[in-house]
């Protein structure tokens, strides 16, 4: 395996912003680093597993037959907008820690579940950079751990940025503002993802 593309692949498919970094960034914006963690491992651990399951051979399913792949998009899309939707609508009134709703372990590893895109990503990791040896599992058991810690370190960066928004934006009208253009880019990235 060659560690440093593989590496840069899995630092550019972490860091680039997609709906899991929005909800990480906007659940840090409100809850902090500390409650936005769990989060964050639920959707490196599912990703990291998927990558596994990938190499294993399962992923090869969404290859071919395009209208499971085309169920989960729209499943992820619907779910996604729901969300952007939630986000949008929240007046200035409820943008406090006790009327949010918090982005979960489980919705976090579930949207990774249901996106389409992961398991796209999976198989090219799986493809580009796993070697045909005769340890081809223990090699894609150690891509998926790499991938892990950095997916982890680049969402954390991204709770980062989510806790600076606060002290950026300090008026209400402004987080509210702010709150609706994270709203519109989750609505964008889910669409713009079922759409490619």
């Given at each position: 395996?060659?560690?440093?593309?593989?590496?840069?692949?899995?630092?550019?498919?972490?860091?680039?912003?997609?709906?899991?970094?929005?909800?990480?960034?906007?659940?840090?914006?409100?809850?902090?680093?500390?409650?936005?963690?769990?989060?964050?491992?639920?959707?490196?651990?599912?990703?990291?597993?998927?990558?596994?399951?990938?190499?294993?051979?399962?992923?090869?399913?969404?290859?071919?037959?395009?209208?499971?792949?085309?169920?989960?998009?729209?499943?992820?899309?619907?779910?996604?907008?729901?969300?952007?939707?939630?986000?949008?609508?929240?007046?200035?009134?409820?943008?406090?820690?006790?009327?949010?709703?918090?982005?979960?372990?489980?919705?976090?590893?579930?949207?990774?579940?249901?996106?389409?895109?992961?398991?796209?990503?999976?198989?090219?990791?799986?493809?580009?950079?796993?070697?045909?040896?005769?340890?081809?599992?223990?090699?894609?058991?150690?891509?998926?751990?790499?991938?892990?810690?950095?997916?982890?370190?680049?969402?954390?960066?991204?709770?980062?940025?989510?806790?600076?928004?606060?002290?950026?934006?300090?008026?209400?009208?402004?987080?509210?503002?702010?709150q609706r253009l994270m709203?519109?880019?989750?609505?964008?990235?889910?669409?713009?993802?079922?759409?490619?």
């Amino acid at each position: 395996m060659s560690l440093i593309p593989f590496l840069l692949f899995a630092f550019v498919a972490s860091i680039t912003p997609g709906p899991t970094n929005i909800l990480v960034l906007t659940n840090s914006q409100h809850f902090g680093i500390k409650n936005t963690v769990p989060p964050i491992l639920g959707a490196c651990l599912a990703a990291s597993l998927i990558v596994l399951i990938s190499g294993a051979g399962a992923g090869e399913v969404l290859r071919q037959h395009p209208l499971i792949r085309q169920v989960m998009s729209g499943a992820g899309a619907l779910w996604l907008s729901w969300m952007s939707w939630q986000l949008f609508r929240a007046p200035a009134a409820t943008l406090s820690l006790k009327t949010q709703r918090r982005f979960t372990a489980h919705a976090a590893a579930l949207l990774q579940i249901v996106n389409p895109k992961t398991w796209m990503m999976a198989l090219a990791v799986v493809s580009l950079f796993a070697p045909a040896s005769e340890h081809a599992l223990r090699d894609i058991a150690l891509m998926a751990l790499w991938f892990l810690i950095i997916s982890v370190a680049c969402l954390m960066c991204w709770a980062g940025l989510g806790k600076a928004v606060n002290r950026v934006f300090h008026t209400t009208v402004a987080m509210v503002r702010f709150q609706r253009l994270m709203a519109l880019c989750l609505f964008i990235s889910a669409w713009a993802g079922m759409l490619a």
